[in-house]
C-alpha cells in the first residue's frame, strides 16, 4: 500500500473489489481523457489542431501509462486553487511541445474538465451497476419462477399476516430492481459533457475560434467521451448531477429492500433464506452470517445522506460557480458512486446463491395453526356465524384451542354445512393473484405487463 | 384555531397560504375518496356493490361535508393501531346501512387506502407545483428575452470572473426550472393507487369476488381515483414515493438556485436585482429584503434531509409491510409536497415581479476597471507579449494601473498594432454564446434546441 | 377541526398525543411570554416600565386567553416579513394604550423573541421528554432486574451467537436511556435566551435605556423565562440549538434500539418479547403488533435527518443574520421536539408494560442444540483436541450430529477426562459477567459504576 | 500511487495534508495497536501472557513496520466476513510462535478491536483538531481585539441593518470556535475502549481467565490505549460514537460560520475581508477566489449528513450486533474526522491570514447614506416627531434624499432642538455594547465570562 493513499477500502468491505472505475486513478484517467477529448473535438471540428501530437503528449500521462503523473502529487498540489485541474493542466501543458501547448485545455475551465471526467467516470460506472442490477434481476426473476406456489408467510409489523409465496416476494424483489435498472439505465443515457469555459458563455472558445466553431466544440467533445451533448453549460443547473444521485441511491434502496428480507428471512429462528456463503465468523464457526445482505444494508444506510448532500449542493449553486456546493459534490457522488457498484455486485452474488429451505417455510408457515387464515376465516365465516363470534373463535385459537374444531363448532351450531373447513384453512388457497402476479414478472404466461 | 391543531403554519411561513391541497383535512378527504373509490370499483366491474347508497353514506363524512369526522379524534384514536384507516373504517362503517356495511373497505388493507389517498393528494399538490413552475419559468423566460444582451459580471467562488449577461443568467434559471417541471409531471403521472390487500396477494379480494374482479379491480379502482394503475401492490416497493420525492426536491433545488441569486445579487452592495415587493422589517423601514428567497432558500435547505427519509424508509422495507420504515414515510412526503407547493409558488411570485437594477449591473461590471477582460487579455495577448508579460500586466492593474495603458505600453514594446485595445477590453464583444443561449432557452430563434 | 389547520397530527401517530406543548398555539403562547417578560425585565432592572400594566394587557393574547390572538390569521401575515414576529407585534402594540406602546418589543428584533420563545417551548418539552425517558429508565431497569440471569440466545449479524442475559439485554436499553437523559437534561439547562437587538449589539437597548441597563437586560429576560442568561447574542452562533437538537436526536436513537430489539423479538416466530398492549390489526384480529415498537421505530428513521438540517442551518449562518438558514431552523427544531416527546412517551409505556416470554427465551436459546456454546466448546476443547478437531466437531453438529456426542468421542479419542461436558454445554455457564454488568446498571451491588 | 489506493485525496482538497492520522493505514495501524494492547492488558493484570514476544511479533505488521502487513490485500479479505478484524488476525496470529498464538485476539471478537482502533484514531485525530480549532481561536481573538471598535454594516437577511463592528463579528466567530472546542474536547476525553467479546457479556474473557481478571480487563486495555475505561461493552449503545460525530459536526459548524461569512465579505463587490492567500484561478490571473473558505464550505455541507448516518446507525443497533448498521458507521465516521482535521486545519490558516480592508468596511458603512441607522433615527425621533413622519424621512432618503437635511428640517418644524442630528448619525455612536462584547471574548477587561 502507499503510505499516502488515503482509502484503500478497509473501512468498507461493502465496495472493495467493486469500484476499480471510480479511484482516484481512475479519476484522474478521465481528466485526463477529457483534456484528449478536447483537442480533438477542435480537430473534428475542421480547427487545425495538431490533435494528434497533443494528444500523444497527454496519453502517457494516465495511471498506468508509461509516464504518469502522480495522483497523490497532483491531489496535494489542488489544494491552493481549490481542485485538481489547475495544477494538472499545468502538468499536462508541460509535456506537449511549447509549440502546441495552447492548444491543451484551450479556452477551457476547471470545471468543464472536472465535471466531464465526473461524468465520464459516471458513464462507466453505471454501466457495470446496471449490469450487476440486470444479473440480480435475472436470478431473482429465475427464483420467482422456481418458487412461484410455495406458500409461505407474509408478515406485516414483523407479525404473520396472511399467506403469501415465496415466488411474489422474489417478484416484488424484481419489480424494485427493474425500476432501478430502468433509472440507472436513463441516468447514464443523458450524462452530460460539460463545456462553458470560466463563466458559462463560451467566450472563450468564440475568442480561439469564433462562434460558429464555438457553437459546436460542445457536441463534438461530448461526442468524444461518449456523453450526452449538453443543452448549455450547467455549471450552476445540477440536475444532471441529483438526477443521477436519485438513480443510484433508488437502485442501492432496491438492493436494500432484498437484503432487509434476507437478512431477517435468514434469522436463526426463521431459517427460510440463507445466503449461498455466508460470512463465517472466526470466533463462532457454526454461524453463517448473511455477509453479502449486511453488507448491502450498510449502503443502503449510507446512500440517501449522499443523495441528499448532492441535493443540497445543487440547491445553492450560486453565481456562476458557487463557493463550496461544486467542491461538495465530487466526493458524494464518488462514494454514491462506490455504494452503487458494491450494493449491486453484492446483491448479484446474493441473488445467485440465495437458497430457500422449504421445510423452513412450511414450518413457520404452520406456526399459528391456522390463525395466518384468519382474515379468510372472518370474510368467509363472518356473513355466516357473525362477527362476534369469529373474534371468540380467533381469540380462542390464540389462546391455543385447535382452531379447525372452533370453526366446526361453530358451524354445526349456526347449522350451515355449506363451509368446508379443511380447504377453508388451506394456505395454499388463500394466495389470491399471487401466482399471476409472479406470471407477470417471470413473463411466463401471455397476460405480460405492459408497465 | 382549534386548541388542537397542532400546527398552522406559524412556523413555516414559506408553506402558508399553499398548502391547502396537503392538510390533515386534505388527507382526511382522501382517505374517505379512496373508500369510496373502491366501493364504485367493484360497481364499475359488475360486482352488485350497492355503490351509490354506500358512496352517499360515506360521502358527507369529507371534511366540509354535512357530517364530517372530526380529523384530530381520528388522528387520536389511530395510535393504539399505528395508522389512521383502522379507526376511520369503523366510523365509516357505522355510517352505513348494516345490510351494505361488508362493502365499505371491503377486502382493502390500511396500506391500500393510505398509501392510494397519499397519492391522490400528491397528485393533487404536483398540479399545483407544476403549474407554479410554469409560471416561473414563463416569468423568467421574458426576462432572459428582455434581458438577453445586458452585460453583467459573471462570479465564480463569490468573484468576479468573466462577463456574462443578465439574459443568460435568467435562462440558466430556466433551464433548471424547466428540467424540474418535467420531472414533476412525470412523477405526477405515474403515481399509481394502491390495491393489494393484507398481504399483497389480493387474496382477500379473490376470496370476495373472484379471481377476475380482483384481477380488474386494481385498475379500476385507480381510475376512479384518476391514478395510475398498478403493475402489482408496491407495499414495500416504494419507488413511486421516492421518484415523487426525488422529483419535488429537484422542484424545489431549482428554485433554490433562484433564489440563491436573487438573495445574493439583492445584497445592499450588489444591488443588481431586487424581489418586487420586498418584505419589510419593523425596526429598520429602509430595508427592502428578499423575503421570497430567504423564504426559498429555507425550503431549499429542508427538502433534501426530507428526500433522504423517503429513501431510507424504501430501503428499509423489510417484510409485508416493515415496522416502522412506511410510517415514516408519511408525514416527510407530506412535508415535501408543502414545502414544494410553497417554494414553487413563491418563486412564481419572485420571477413576476422580479427587478433588474440595469445601472446596478453596469456599475459592479466596471468595479474591476478592465480586469474582469482578464481571461481575453490573456487569449489575445499571450501570444503577442507572451504569458509573462501578460500575467505582470494583470498583476500591476490589480494593484491599481491602468489596464489599458498597460496593454497600449505592451504592444508598442511588442512592436504590433493588430490588437485593438478599446474592443479588447470591451465587455460586450466578451460574451460568447450567451446570446445563442439565450435564444435556445426562448425560443427566438429557429434553433431550437431538441432536448 | 378547524378547516385551517395543517395539521392535527393524522399523518403522525407517533406524536399524536404528546405534543400540546410544542403546537403552534404553545409557540404562539410562547412569543407572547417573551413579550411580556421583556417589559418585566425593563421593569426588574429599575427602569420605569409600566411592566404591570404592559402584562395585562398582553396576557390575554395567548391562546386559551380572554382575548386570543387567531394563530392562523397571524401565520398568514407572517409570509410577507418571512416571520410571526414581525405582524404579532403590530397586534400586541394596539392591545396597550398608546401613552405604554414604547415598552413593547422595546429594542427588540424579532429573532430576539422567537428564539426566545422557541428555547422556552424547547424547555417546557425538554422537560417533557427527561421526564418520560426516567419512565422508561425506571421500567427497564426494574425488568433488568427480574431478569437478571435469565439466560437467552445473544444475536450478532442475525445470526444466534453465544449466550447472553434478557437483564443484560435491558441494562444496555438503559445505558442508552440514561446517556440520554444525561444529554437532554444539560442541553435543557443551558437553553438561553436571546436578546441582542437587529444586529446582536444590543445599540437599541443600550439608546432605549443606557449601556448599564442594557448589559443586565439579557440576563433578568432570561431569568424572567426561566432560561440561562447568554453569554452573548447567538444569532448566527447556533449551538444552543444543534446540541439541543442532538440531544433529542440521542433520545431518539436510545428509544430506537429499545424499539428494535422489541420488534425483532416479538417477530412470530422470536416471541421472547411483546409489547404490552399490540396494536390490532382491522383483517387480522390474532395479530398483535408491536405498535408502539413501530412507531417509535418511524421516528428513529426521520430524527437524524432533521437535525441535520439543524447543523446545516448553523453551518450556514451567514452575515448577522442569515438569509435562509434561520427560518429552516424552526420547523426543523419542532418536528424534532415533536419526535422526541412522541417517542420518548411511547418508550415508557412500551418499558413499562413489555412482557418477557421465558418459555420463548428457552426455546430460542435450545435452538441450535448446543452450537450457541461453539465459542466456549473452542476455547475449552481447542487446546486438547486442537482446532481441527473442533471445527469438524462443530461442523458436524452444525449438519445435525449430537454435539455432546461429538465433544465425548473426540475427549475419549484424545484420552483426556479433564472436561466435563454436562457443565461445557450449559448456557447458564457461559454468560460471562452478565450478571455483574446488570449489577451496574441496577445499583443493586456495591460496586456502583462512578462513570 | 498505488494502483489499487481507491482515494488519494483527489477529490476532497479540503482534507489534503491534514488526514493523515485517519488514512487507512492509520486505521490498519490502530487495529495493531489494539491487539498488542490486549496482550499488554493480559500482562497487566498478573495473567502470565508471554505480552513482550507477543507484542514484538505483532509490531511489525503495523504500516511502516519492518514486515507491513498489506492493507489493500487485508481489505480484499475482508469482505467474505464484513470486517477487516477477521483476516488480520489470521495473519497475526501466523506472526507468532505456535506457543504464544493463543494469546493474540484471546477472548475478543471484531467489533472490540474495530471499536476500539476506531476511538483511538478518534482520538488522534481529535487532538489535531481541537489544536486547530485554537490556532483559529488565538488568530481570531486577535483580530476581535484589533478591530474592537472598527464599525461596519451588520447584515441581516442579505441587508444592511444596523451598525456592528469587525470586533464583535470576530468575536462571535471565536465564541462558535471555542464552543466547538470544549465539545471536541468532552468527546476526545471520553472515547471508550471496547471489550465485550462475542456477545458483550465478556464470557470469553471470563473462561480464559476468570471473573476477576475479566471485570479488569477492559479498563487495562483502555489505559494501554490511552482511551477511556468503558463502563460497559457499548456494542449496540452507541452515543460514544454519536457524541463524537455531533461534536466533529459542531466544529465544522463554526468553522462553516467563518468561512461563510469570509466568502460573502470577500465578494468583489464587498471587499471588507480577504483570505491572506487566495487561491489563484488559471484562465484569470486577478481573482483571489476565497479558496480556504471555498474548501471548509465544502465540507460544511457534507459533515451534517454524515452525522445523520451515525445517528441513523445508532438507532437502528438490533440484537447484539446489529446487521448493516455498525458497517455502516465506519466510513461515515472517518469521513468525518477527515472533513473536521480539513476544516479545522484551513480555518486556522483562514484565521491567521485573514486581512480586513478597512478603507473598503467604511465605504460599505457609508453606502445607505446614513440609512443603517434608521431603527435609531425611529427610536430617537419616533417619540419627538412622530412615527408617521419617521417613516416618511426614512422612505424620502431611501430615494435619495439627503436624511441629515430631512432630519433637520422635521426637528425644525417640530420646534426642539433636543436632537443633536451629526452624532445622531455616527454609526461609531450606535454600536450598543459591542466593545464590551469583545472584552467578553477577549479576555481585556475584569469582566472576564464565567461560561
Avoid: C
Avoid at 495552447?102 to 471526467?117: E, K, M, N
Avoid at 465520464?120 to 429465475?142: D, M, N, P
Avoid at 426463521?270 to 453463517?288: R, V
Amino acid at each position: 500500500m502507499s503510505e499516502h493513499a488515503r482509502d484503500v477500502g478497509l473501512l468498507s468491505p461493502v465496495t472493495v473489489g467493486h469500484d476499480d472505475v471510480v479511484t482516484d486513478a481512475a479519476i484522474l484517467a478521465a481528466l485526463v481523457d477529457a483534456e484528449v477529448a478536447l483537442v480533438h473535438a477542435y480537430a473534428s471540428l475542421g480547427v487545425a489542431a495538431p490533435a494528434a501530437a497533443v494528444a500523444a503528449a497527454l496519453e502517457d500521462a494516465r495511471p498506468g501509462g508509461t509516464d504518469p503523473i502522480d495522483a497523490r502529487a497532483l491531489a496535494e498540489s489542488s489544494v491552493a486553487g481549490g481542485n485538481p485541474v489547475i495544477p494538472l493542466v499545468r502538468l499536462l501543458k508541460a509535456r506537449v511541445p511549447s509549440a502546441d501547448r495552447a492548444w491543451v485545455h484551450r479556452g477551457a475551465t476547471s470545471q468543464d474538465i472536472l465535471d466531464s471526467a465526473l461524468m465520464l467516470v459516471a458513464k462507466r460506472a453505471t454501466g457495470l451497476i446496471a449490469a450487476s442490477l440486470r444479473e440480480t434481476e435475472a436470478a431473482l426473476t429465475a427464483l420467482a419462477a422456481a418458487h412461484r406456489d410455495e406458500v409461505a408467510a407474509a408478515r406485516t409489523l414483523t407479525q404473520h399476516a396472511v399467506p403469501t409465496t415465496v415466488g411474489l416476494r422474489a417478484s416484488t424483489w424484481v419489480r424494485g430492481i427493474r425500476r432501478a435498472i430502468e433509472r440507472v439505465d436513463a441516468a447514464a443515457a443523458q450524462l452530460p459533457a460539460q463545456l462553458g469555459g470560466a463563466g458559462g458563455t463560451l467566450a472563450s472558445f468564440v475568442e480561439h475560434a469564433g462562434p460558429e466553431v464555438a457553437s459546436g466544440l460542445p457536441g463534438a467533445f461530448a461526442r468524444g467521451l461518449g456523453l450526452a451533448a449538453p443543452e448549455a453549460p450547467w455549471h450552476t443547473t445540477r440536475w444532471p448531477v441529483t438526477e443521477l444521485g436519485d438513480a443510484l441511491v433508488q437502485a442501492i434502496d432496491a438492493a436494500g429492500v432484498l437484503a432487509a428480507d434476507v437478512a431477517t428471512l435468514s434469522r436463526t429462528e426463521i431459517g427460510e433464506l440463507a445466503e449461498g456463503s455466508g460470512g463465517g465468523s472466526s470466533a463462532m464457526p457454526q454461524k453463517q452470517n448473511p455477509a453479502a445482505s449486511v453488507l448491502i444494508r450498510s449502503a443502503a444506510l449510507r446512500a440517501p445522506q449522499l443523495g441528499a448532500t448532492l441535493h443540497l449542493a445543487a440547491a445553492l449553486a450560486v453565481d456562476e460557480r458557487p463557493d463550496g456546493a461544486w467542491h461538495a459534490e465530487w466526493p458524494a457522488l464518488r462514494d454514491l458512486l462506490r455504494l452503487a457498484l458494491g450494493a449491486s455486485a453484492h446483491a448479484a452474488s446474493l441473488a445467485r446463491g440465495l437458497r430457500v429451505d422449504s421445510d423452513a417455510v412450511a414450518r413457520n408457515l404452520a406456526l399459528t395453526r391456522g390463525l395466518l387464515l384468519a382474515e379468510r376465516v372472518s370474510l368467509v365465516l363472518g356473513p355466516v356465524v357473525g362477527a362476534a363470534r369469529v373474534a371468540a373463535i380467533v381469540s380462542a385459537a390464540a389462546e391455543g384451542e385447535d382452531l379447525e374444531a372452533l370453526i366446526e363448532e361453530a358451524l354445526i351450531e349456526a347449522g350451515t354445512s355449506s363451509v368446508d373447513v379443511g380447504p377453508l384453512l388451506d394456505p395454499a388457497r388463500y394466495t389470491g393473484l399471487a401466482g399471476e402476479l409472479v406470471d407477470r414478472v417471470t413473463g411466463s404466461t401471455a397476460e405480460i405487463e405492459e408497465a
